[in-house]
């Protein structure tokens, strides 16, 4: 089975076919959807969907960066008592990181609420999900004060360079979050990932952004995790099965499936 690692399904994008578009998910062999919240407002429409597939569908919490405003403390008070309240209902804290590409007016506000995230996550033994827009630096220098042994995640949407690769894997326990950008005939994501073990990646869609070729333009889904294992498989010269059976086992271990 395939387990697509990072999914917004709960989201409006998907109201007219919903347990439509994950049931043929499933059929397509991505048996596992983990699902990153995105502010307060998401929680609800994230725990119905885990409720509808509760086999298929697993749930995070965590503030994403670029819903981190004036009323952030607000949104991690009532995340926080969810998460430690219930602590076996999330698979990890996120989406949780920086993201400077659209907007720098809240980037110490931002800052505050990774370094408290990346603490429940330690706290609670969770592994955190990354999300690192024009961020690379301003979040390496936050984990490089927090990362400890008990720390553990991926980046998500890896788009960096080797160097970027090198410096997350030296942290020892995160992975590298694969998805559609892989696909584009302007990446260099395949030269980057031929110098990086296949036992570090992991495997998502984003939907419903950043689908992969053939479906740019249209809305992503998490059946087209095929798309991104195929040219995985291209890149790394090993068959389908071989990204199906190591990208599994990894998602696996990182979240304790």
Known sequence: MFIDTHTHLYVDAFAEDRTATVQKAIDAGVELMLLPNIDVETIDGMHRLVKE???????????????TKENWQEQLKTMKKLLFDNPSDYIAVGEIGMDLYWDKTFIEEQRKAFAVQVEWAKE?????????????????EILDELNDDSLTGVFHCFTGTKEDADKILNYGNFKLGIGGVLTYKNSTLDEVLKQ???????????????????????????????????????????????????TTINAKQLFNL
Do not use: W
Request: hydrophobic letters at 40%.
């Open 124 to 140: 609670l033994n969770l592994p955190i999900v990354i999300h690192a827009r024009d961020s690379f630096q301003e979040i390496y």
């Open 53 to 67: 597939f509760p086999q298929n569908c697993k749930a995070m919490m965590g503030l994403h960066p670029s819903d």
């Open 196 to 246: 990086v073990d296949l036992k570090n990646i992991i495997l998502e869609t984003d939907s419903p952004y950043l689908p992969p070729v053939p479906f740019r333009g249209k809305r992503n889904e998490s059946s087209y995790i095929l798309h991104i294992a195929e040219k995985l498989a291209d890149v790394y010269g090993v068959s389908l099965a071989e990204i199906e059976e190591i």
